[in-house]
């Protein structure tokens, strides 16, 4: 069977490389079964020519049944029972084709459907601890391909905006201060479950007297309602 072992392909979670190798294969798996399907249905009319144009025994002229007849029949016959089980071994292919190209696209849509999922991973509501500080505080961020943006508010007061990249499950963040500026940067890498960030903050603000780095985790928040 073509489509064995791909159903745990298809729902084997994995990175955004592997999904897009997964889908990738399933695609092929689809293009491939199209055209074998396709193939299969000319080779059907083809030996339907071949069987509509074999002798059969309707001549209404009686003289015309003989030896030489019957032995053309029986080979026409022979013949035609050959192209027969063609067709029959053909229209049983087909039909388990189709009943394979139907999987392999459910599968293909839903590894697709998963991959556009992590390929936005960080969307969504971010609970953050700041180290060695303690601060807590909240992320929001929207990505769009590789590109991430958001706002932030911390438990001390601090509101504004952040800005970066997303790359090979790799975070760089700027955090603009909405008082103060651009005041600093997060980078951070995404955790295999990809619902949490470890990472460092930098501070731009060397004139603080406050430590200028440290380290820093997001955690996702599940809204209420989410799955």
Request: proline share 2%; hydrophobic share 40%; aromatic share 6%.
């Amino acid at each position: 069977m073509v489509m064995a072992g791909f159903g745990a392909m298809a729902l084997e979670p994995g990175s955004v490389e592997s999904q897009r190798m997964r889908a990738m294969a399933l695609d092929a798996i689809v293009q491939a079964k199209q055209a074998s399907i396709q193939a299969s249905w000319k080779e059907i009319a083809s030996l339907e020519a071949q069987i509509a144009q074999l002798p059969s025994a309707d001549s209404s002229d009686g003289d015309a049944h003989n030896m030489d007849k019957a032995r053309e029949l029986l080979q026409a016959a022979e013949k035609r029972r050959v192209l027969e089980e063609r067709r029959l071994e053909l229209l049983r292919e087909i039909t388990s084709g189709y009943a394979e190209l139907q999987s392999a696209r459910q599968m293909l849509s839903e590894v697709r459907s998963q991959l556009r999922q992590n390929q936005q991973v960080l969307d969504g509501h971010w609970a953050v601890t700041i180290m060695p500080s303690g601060v807590r505080g909240d992320f929001y961020l929207s990505q769009n391909g590789t590109l991430v943006s958001g706002e932030y508010r911390l438990e001390n007061g601090q509101t504004g905006n952040l800005q970066g990249t997303l790359i090979a499950g790799h975070l760089l963040l700027d955090r603009t201060d909405s008082s103060l500026g651009k005041i600093g940067r997060y980078e951070a890498q995404v955790m295999k479950d990809q619902n949490s960030l470890r990472g460092t903050w930098y501070s731009y603000d060397v004139m603080s007297g406050q430590p200028l780095t440290g380290a820093f985790a997001m955690d996702r928040v599940q809204e209420e309602g989410s799955p």
